[in-house]
């Protein structure tokens, strides 16, 4: 994903129209909202109680009363999936938080200051990148034990980087600007600036980027709650909905067929959702259409 | 569109060709486990055992089908008066895969190789009431006992007490060399493990002339294997639950055994607030079990109330002294002070059986206001934090090995259980030779287990077994993990 | 460009030697006893440590350390625990079927990539632009463990055309092993190919708005001609390096796919290695595939000053 530095120059009215005229951010804005709402709504009522196990209903096929079945165990699978959005989004976010929180702060250090400390923290860089983040994250949650708070710090550390990479970026963009000589000349200190010049114009390069990270957080934690390593009962969870599906596919194809959507729609419109703002704020973009 | 539809037929005719040509008397089975290793003397892997024991090395005795206790490499034997001196008349012709002969220096070398000091045999307990290995002559062993044994035939017929040769028993790890049916030929790790049948074996010859072990993992992967036909056989399917779903395809036979495998709610006794009588009994009450064996063996378990096998002559049927009753629970916790419930841990190992049981488990406890976390285990931190540190609260096991009954008494085991009158009857037991005497402390053993409601005891472990309709011979019950080869073959 | 060579390689090995330390130093908090692992439930406490002291576990950490990233430098990855054998025997064993399924993995994604790439960026803006890239954005949401399920129903179990997982190994023949890498491949690929679509797309579309391109239309070269020769040849550097970073991914991040297939490959002996605490078999594979990752990114950068005389000079 390649991202462009220009700073748009517009006022929030254009904004807001060509959001409104751009397909993929409406596709993925309705989507995200709804995946959103539905979490939300889990936390005050699921059409069935997802803390019980009720054994007698194990495996039942889609019907008027389970419309998504019911699992191994006779949970309700929308309910389940209803719950395990509220997980997604928690694991993603958080994971993105760390990311943004370590990562942004680092990057925009290293450009600030340049010489050793941007040489050190980009070699630092080096080291986590040169981990497949994968492995890292099977081994930390390996030694560290599985759990959707290890899983978080997991995938929240190889976040880091990335986020740096893209702070720093966007800040050596910025930094020979006009508005920022004048500023130096004023005599303002570096971290100063930083926060009140740098960060305010680096902040859609750190939504889209967010946004693609949100989405990869997701895939992540069903991957890892997938191969057991993630979210732990009771506790419901997309990846760990497909772990207990893999064995029952010719009895229970529906056991494995709604949580997959549920993560491919949610990544979807996640995805989009970063496309259109990306389209939308980008003035290279503009010049092509 | 056309020409797209040759293409794909094509691409099917080739794809297609060579996937189910096998020869009618090669046979691919599946294994979950890895053995680490192919020696059976020197590891407790099981799944060294469901390779090679009966397939590749014999002992004096072996194991049948249902337990009992058949001659191998010795065709018969005579037992002193005294039941201490045991003298086994040893087969003649035999040789060993590498062509050498066997003889009874071969036995004498691998039972003092097994109880030496340094020797790194899993189960040295089973040599341990040995006094002296004996050569007679080249076909006669003469083995004494410091103590007379009941169990000594049965202990000879492990997979831990095969008979190995002097000269290869330093690289059986890697290249198993023994005096059974079949010969080991390649072991592609991570993927297979392949044994061809020996031309020089001294028995009835075996019907399969290859047998490759395949790796496959998980029950995820057993089951599109099994279905798919890549596989002919899963006599140890590790997912119960998963294998229920093949039982109405024609193509397939499903076998529901016995093992000796008791599945227990194990609980930690010196812990509080488990070391209060009523706490536990409590947690005997809020067990469902027929939800347990339903939701975590689709089931095919059988009910226990104690540690003993309901296949067991011993067996006394408990399994009415803790009924499902979350009343009753919540009451006995009331009287232990503990109405407002508790928060424990659940640590569970990697089968089947555990994760999906303590799921349930863990829901049936929060109805009665205790709390359980659950925390997934690999074996090796299970061994390290449960077994040997016994730094849990509660844990799933399956107790596979067979009359085990005495671990209860052991000093130090994990369950933490300590009782004198317990402890006085095993003693008695492993004295007595009597049959009579030995059911009735067996019993009592047994009443005292569930009395004091030490773990919660939950089902006999189902052995789920499943071939091809087409394949016949196979163990049905596992009472030992052994996947005996030799009566298996194809009917067409 | 010798200094900007030099300065590259230096970074490359002090990022390997700092990894080494992560590694070993992680890998050391790991849980577990492989000795008390091996020997099983009943082996008593003199066993176990017969069998510690027998594989040196007993021996001071910094001590240990050094031994292990001596014997990496020569190839010596140590005996694996569980195995009991030579640790680069077991390397070779599974490198084998990783590097193949990784190599066809890439071959696939950039065969299905570059083609939907290039149409979409000759027909930008168009109907047939929006589907392809509306599949591609399909592709990547796409969990690849739950395509490979799906996958195996349809083709193994149902179609029969292929095996459901395992490997039979290369000395069972060339097709019967390419045959069972083909679901594990096509299920990598797909949303690597997808990515990189996308990467494409945009490259040439960003390549096509460039003066010189413009020049050749107006000269009246035909658009499919200026797409192809030029366009194409100067949008190849992002997805040369896109490539680059994806063989690393893929070479490494099998770890998954080769669970679902259990193929006998590096992911799943390292996967296997970790649940059994075998840890010279993890610290060695995590130690080559974090040795592949840099190797890999160091080339990548090197590829980038060949093409890009900028680069060169400013460094």
Same mark, same amino acid.
């Given at each position: 994903?390649?991202?462009?530095?220009?700073?748009?120059?517009?006022?929030?009215?254009?904004?807001?129209?060509?959001?409104?005229?751009?397909?993929?951010?409406?596709?993925?804005?309705?989507?995200?909202?709804?995946?959103?709402?539905?979490?939300?709504?889990?936390?005050?009522?699921?059409?069935?109680?997802?803390?019980?196990?009720?054994?007698?209903?194990?495996?039942?096929?889609?019907?008027?009363?389970?419309?998504?079945?019911?699992?191994?165990?006779?949970?309700?699978?929308?309910?389940?999936?209803?719950?395990?959005?509220?997980?997604?989004?928690?694991?993603?976010?958080? %994971?993105?938080?760390?990311?943004?929180?370590?990562?942004?702060?680092?990057?925009?250090?290293?450009?600030?200051?340049?010489?050793?400390?941007?040489?050190?923290?980009?070699?630092?860089?080096?080291?986590?990148?040169?981990?497949?983040?994968?492995?890292?994250?099977?081994?930390?949650?390996?030694?560290?034990?599985?759990?959707?708070?290890?899983?978080?710090?997991?995938?929240?550390?190889?976040?880091?980087?990335?986020? %740096?990479?893209?702070?720093? %970026?966007?800040?050596?963009?910025?930094?020979?600007?006009?508005?920022?000589?004048?500023?130096?000349?004023?005599?303002?200190?570096?971290?100063?600036?930083?926060?009140?010049?740098?960060?305010?114009?680096?902040?859609?390069?750190?939504?889209?980027?967010?946004?693609?990270?949100?989405?990869?957080?997701?895939?992540?934690?069903?991957?890892?709650?997938?191969?057991?390593?993630?979210?732990?009962?009771?506790?419901?969870?997309?990846?760990?909905?497909?772990?207990?599906?893999?064995?029952?596919?010719?009895?229970?194809?529906?056991?494995?067929?709604?949580?997959?959507?549920?993560?491919?729609?949610?990544?979807?419109?996640?995805?989009?959702?970063?496309?259109?703002?990306?389209?939308?704020?980008?003035?290279?973009?503009?010049?092509?259409? | 569109?056309?020409?797209?539809?040759?293409?794909?037929?094509?691409?099917?005719?080739?794809?297609?060709?060579?996937?189910?040509?096998?020869?009618?008397?090669?046979?691919?089975?599946?294994?979950?486990?890895?053995?680490?290793?192919?020696?059976?003397?020197?590891?407790?892997?099981?799944?060294?055992?469901?390779?090679?024991?009966?397939?590749?090395?014999?002992?004096?005795?072996?194991?049948?089908?249902?337990?009992?206790?058949?001659?191998?490499?010795?065709?018969?034997?005579?037992?002193?008066?005294?039941?201490?001196?045991?003298?086994?008349?040893?087969?003649?012709?035999?040789?060993?895969?590498?062509?050498?002969?066997?003889?009874?220096?071969?036995?004498?070398?691998?039972?003092?190789?097994?109880?030496?000091?340094?020797?790194?045999?899993?189960?040295?307990?089973?040599?341990?009431?040995?006094?002296?290995?004996?050569?007679?002559?080249?076909?006669?062993?003469?083995?004494?006992?410091?103590? $007379?044994?009941?169990?000594?035939?049965?202990?000879?017929?492990?997979?831990?007490?095969?008979?190995?040769?002097?000269?290869?028993?330093?690289?059986?790890?890697?290249?198993?060399?023994?005096?059974?049916?079949?010969?080991?030929?390649?072991?592609?790790?991570?993927?297979?493990?392949?044994?061809?049948?020996?031309?020089?074996?001294?028995?009835? $010859?075996?019907?399969?002339?290859?047998?490759?072990?395949?790796?496959?993992?998980?029950?995820?992967?057993?089951?599109?294997?099994?279905?798919?036909?890549?596989?002919?056989?899963?006599?140890?399917?590790?997912?119960?639950?998963?294998?229920?779903?093949?039982?109405?395809?024609?193509?397939?036979?499903?076998?529901?055994?016995?093992?000796?495998?008791?599945?227990?709610?194990?609980?930690?006794?010196?812990?509080?607030?488990?070391?209060?009588?009523?706490?536990?009994?409590?947690?005997?009450?809020?067990?469902?079990?027929?939800?347990?064996?339903?939701?975590?063996?689709?089931?095919?378990?059988?009910?226990?109330?104690?540690?003993?096998?309901?296949?067991?002559?011993?067996?006394?049927?408990?399994?009415?002294?803790?009924?499902?009753?979350?009343?009753?629970?919540?009451?006995?916790?009331?009287?232990?002070?503990?109405?407002?419930?508790?928060?424990?841990?659940?640590?569970?190992?990697?089968?089947?059986?555990?994760?999906?049981?303590?799921?349930?488990?863990?829901?049936?406890?929060?109805?009665?206001?205790?709390?359980?976390?659950?925390? $997934?285990?690999?074996?090796?931190?299970?061994?390290?934090?449960?077994?040997?540190?016994?730094?849990?609260?509660?844990?799933?096991?399956?107790?596979?090995?067979?009359?085990?009954?005495?671990?209860?008494?052991?000093?130090?085991?994990?369950?933490?259980?300590?009782?004198?009158?317990?402890?006085?009857?095993?003693?008695?037991?492993?004295?007595?030779?009597?049959?009579?005497?030995?059911?009735?402390?067996?019993?009592?053993?047994?009443?005292?287990?569930?009395?004091?409601?030490?773990?919660?005891?939950?089902?006999?472990?189902?052995?789920?077994?499943?071939?091809?309709?087409?394949?016949?011979?196979?163990?049905?019950?596992?009472?030992?993990?052994?996947?005996?080869?030799?009566?298996?073959?194809?009917?067409? | 460009?010798?200094?900007?060579?030099?300065?590259?390689?230096?970074?490359?090995?002090?990022?390997?030697?700092?990894?080494?330390?992560?590694?070993?130093?992680?890998?050391?908090?790991?849980?577990?006893?492989?000795?008390?692992?091996?020997?099983?439930?009943?082996?008593?406490?003199?066993?176990?440590?017969?069998?510690?002291?027998?594989?040196?576990?007993?021996?001071?950490?910094?001590?240990?350390?050094?031994?292990?990233?001596?014997?990496?430098?020569?190839?010596?990855?140590?005996?694996?625990?569980?195995? =009991?054998?030579?640790?680069?025997?077991? #390397?070779?064993?599974?490198?084998?079927?990783?590097?193949?399924?990784?190599?066809?993995?890439?071959?696939?994604?950039?065969?299905?990539?570059?083609?939907?790439?290039?149409? =979409?960026?000759?027909?930008?803006?168009?109907?047939?632009?929006?589907?392809?890239?509306?599949?591609?954005?399909?592709?990547?949401?796409?969990?690849?463990?739950?395509?490979?399920?799906?996958?195996?129903?349809?083709?193994?179990?149902?179609?029969?055309? #292929?095996?459901?997982?395992?490997?039979?190994?290369?000395?069972?023949?060339?097709?019967?092993?390419?045959?069972?890498?083909?679901?594990?491949?096509?299920?990598?690929?797909?949303?690597?190919?997808?990515?990189?679509?996308? #990467?494409?797309?945009?490259?040439?579309?960003?390549?096509?708005?460039?003066?010189?391109?413009?020049?050749?239309?107006?000269?009246?070269?035909?658009?499919?001609?200026?797409?192809?020769?030029?366009?194409?040849?100067?949008?190849?550097?992002?997805?040369?390096?896109?490539?680059?970073?994806?063989?690393?991914?893929?070479?490494?991040?099998?770890?998954?796919?080769?669970?679902?297939?259990?193929?006998?490959?590096?992911?799943?002996?390292?996967?296997?290695?970790?649940?059994?605490?075998?840890?010279?078999?993890?610290?060695?594979?995590?130690?080559?595939?974090?040795?592949? #990752?840099?190797?890999?990114?160091?080339?990548?950068?090197? =590829?980038?000053?060949?093409?890009?005389?900028?680069?060169? =000079?400013?460094?």
């Amino acid at each position: 994903m390649t991202l462009r530095f220009d700073i748009p120059e517009e006022n929030f009215a254009d904004i807001l129209v060509k959001a409104f005229t751009n397909r993929s951010f409406l596709t993925g804005f309705a989507i995200t909202i709804v995946v959103a709402a539905v979490a939300i709504v889990s936390f005050f009522w699921t059409p069935f109680d997802v803390t019980r196990l009720i054994i007698a209903d194990k495996t039942q096929a889609p019907s008027p009363a389970h419309w998504f079945g019911t699992d191994h165990f006779g949970r309700d699978i929308l309910s389940m999936i209803m719950v395990g959005a509220r997980n997604s989004i928690a694991v993603a976010l958080v %994971a993105v938080g760390i990311g943004m929180g370590v990562g942004v702060p680092l990057g925009a250090f290293a450009a600030a200051r340049g010489g050793i400390v941007d040489e050190a923290v980009m070699r630092l860089n080096d080291l986590v990148f040169a981990f497949p983040a994968l492995l890292s994250a099977i081994m930390i949650t390996a030694i560290f034990g599985p759990g959707a708070l290890n899983a978080i710090i997991a995938i929240g550390i190889f976040n880091i980087p990335v986020f %740096a990479r893209v702070a720093r %970026a966007g800040t050596l963009a910025i930094w020979p600007r006009e508005f920022i000589l004048a500023a130096r000349a004023a005599g303002k200190g570096k971290t100063l600036i930083t926060l009140e010049h740098v960060l305010p114009n680096i902040v859609t390069l750190l939504l889209v980027q967010g946004t693609i990270q949100f989405a990869l957080g997701i895939l992540a934690e069903a991957g890892l709650s997938y191969v057991g390593l993630g979210t732990q009962p009771p506790m419901p969870s997309w990846g760990r909905m497909l772990f207990d599906a893999q064995t029952r596919m010719v009895a229970a194809p529906w056991m494995a067929i709604f949580p997959g959507m549920a993560i491919v729609v949610t990544v979807l419109g996640l995805n989009l959702l970063g496309d259109g703002i990306a389209d939308i704020l980008d003035p290279k973009s503009r010049r092509q259409r | 569109m056309k020409l797209w539809k040759t293409i794909l037929t094509a691409a099917a005719l080739v794809l297609s060709a060579g996937t189910s040509a096998f020869a009618a008397r090669d046979l691919v089975i599946g294994i979950t486990l890895e053995p680490p290793h192919l020696d059976p003397t020197a590891g407790a892997a099981a799944a060294i055992d469901e390779v090679l024991y009966a397939n590749v090395f014999e002992g004096l005795t072996r194991i049948g089908p249902n337990g009992e206790v058949l001659p191998a490499l010795a065709e018969s034997w005579m037992i002193s008066d005294d039941g201490k001196v045991y003298t086994f008349k040893l087969h003649t012709g035999v040789k060993f895969h590498d062509g050498t002969d066997f003889n009874a220096d071969d036995v004498k070398f691998s039972l003092d190789r097994a109880r030496a000091d340094n020797s790194v045999n899993a189960q040295k307990g089973l040599f341990a009431a040995i006094d002296t290995v004996e050569v007679v002559d080249p076909a006669t062993i003469k083995i004494t006992l410091k103590n $007379p044994q009941s169990s000594f035939l049965y202990n000879m017929g492990w997979g831990d007490a095969v008979i190995v040769a002097p000269e290869t028993a330093a690289t059986n790890k890697e290249k198993p060399v023994g005096t059974g049916p079949f010969r080991f030929q390649n072991w592609a790790k991570g993927s297979s493990i392949t044994l061809i049948k020996s031309d020089t074996y001294w028995g009835a $010859p075996v019907s399969l002339d290859k047998a490759e072990f395949r790796i496959v993992p998980d029950a995820a992967a057993a089951v599109p294997a099994l279905l798919s036909g890549d596989i002919h056989a899963f006599p140890f399917f590790p997912d119960p639950d998963s294998v229920a779903q093949t039982k109405d395809d024609p193509r397939f036979k499903v076998v529901i055994g016995a093992t000796e495998g008791e599945t227990i709610l194990s609980i930690n006794n010196k812990k509080p607030p488990f070391d209060r009588l009523q706490v536990r009994q409590a947690i005997s009450f809020a067990l469902d079990r027929k939800a347990i064996i339903d939701g975590a063996s689709a089931g095919l378990g059988v009910p226990i109330g104690s540690h003993m096998s309901p296949a067991n002559k011993a067996y006394v049927d408990l399994t009415g002294l803790y009924p499902h009753n979350v009343e009753k629970a919540k009451e006995l916790l009331k009287e232990a002070g503990l109405e407002n419930g508790f928060k424990a841990t659940l640590k569970l190992p990697p089968p089947p059986y555990a994760r999906l049981g303590g799921e349930i488990i863990a829901s049936q406890l929060r109805d009665v206001g205790i709390d359980l976390q659950i925390v $997934p285990v690999e074996w090796a931190q299970w061994l390290d934090q449960v077994f040997t540190k016994k730094d849990y609260d509660l844990t799933i096991v399956s107790h596979t090995e067979p009359n085990d009954i005495d671990i209860y008494s052991r000093k130090d085991y994990y369950f933490n259980y300590d009782n004198p009158t317990f402890d006085k009857i095993i003693a008695d037991l492993s004295l007595t030779s009597d049959e009579a005497k030995r059911m009735t402390l067996l019993g009592e053993a047994q009443k005292i287990l569930a009395d004091d409601a030490v773990v919660g005891f939950l089902y006999e472990l189902p052995k789920a077994g499943v071939w091809d309709a087409k394949l016949e011979g196979f163990w049905e019950n596992a009472p030992i993990q052994a996947n005996d080869l030799t009566k298996v073959k194809w009917t067409e | 460009m010798t200094v900007y060579l030099l300065k590259r390689l230096a970074i490359a090995l002090i990022t390997l030697v700092l990894a080494s330390m992560v590694v070993f130093a992680v890998l050391e908090i790991i849980p577990g006893d492989p000795a008390r692992l091996m020997l099983g439930l009943n082996a008593s406490a003199d066993q176990v440590e017969l069998l510690r002291n027998q594989m040196g576990l007993n021996a001071p950490l910094a001590l240990r350390y050094l031994h292990w990233a001596g014997g990496l430098l020569s190839l010596d990855f140590g005996r694996s625990y569980t195995y =009991s054998v030579p640790v680069i025997d077991l #390397v070779r064993e599974r490198v084998v079927v990783s590097l193949p399924l990784a190599l066809i993995a890439l071959a696939l994604s950039t065969i299905i990539a570059i083609p939907v790439g290039l149409f =979409s960026a000759g027909r930008h803006g168009r109907a047939g632009d929006t589907i392809a890239m509306g599949a591609a954005q399909l592709g990547v949401a796409v969990p690849n463990f739950w395509f490979a399920l799906m996958l195996i129903y349809l083709f193994a179990v149902w179609l029969r055309l #292929v095996p459901s997982g395992g490997f039979p190994g290369w000395s069972a023949g060339v097709w019967p092993a390419l045959k069972s890498l083909i679901l594990p491949a096509i299920a990598l690929a797909l949303p690597q190919a997808a990515i990189l679509a996308r #990467v494409t797309r945009s490259a040439l579309i960003e390549v096509l708005n460039e003066d010189y391109i413009r020049t050749a239309r107006a000269k009246g070269l035909p658009f499919r001609a200026v797409l192809w020769r030029h366009a194409l040849r100067n949008a190849m550097i992002p997805v040369l390096t896109i490539l680059g970073l994806q063989f690393a991914f893929l070479l490494a991040g099998t770890i998954i796919i080769e669970n679902v297939f259990y193929l006998p490959g590096l992911g799943r002996l390292v996967f296997q290695a970790i649940t059994q605490r075998d840890l010279i078999v993890v610290e060695s594979v995590v130690m080559l595939l974090v040795a592949a #990752v840099i190797a890999v990114n160091l080339l990548v950068d090197l =590829s980038y000053a060949v093409v890009d005389p900028r680069l060169r =000079s400013r460094q």
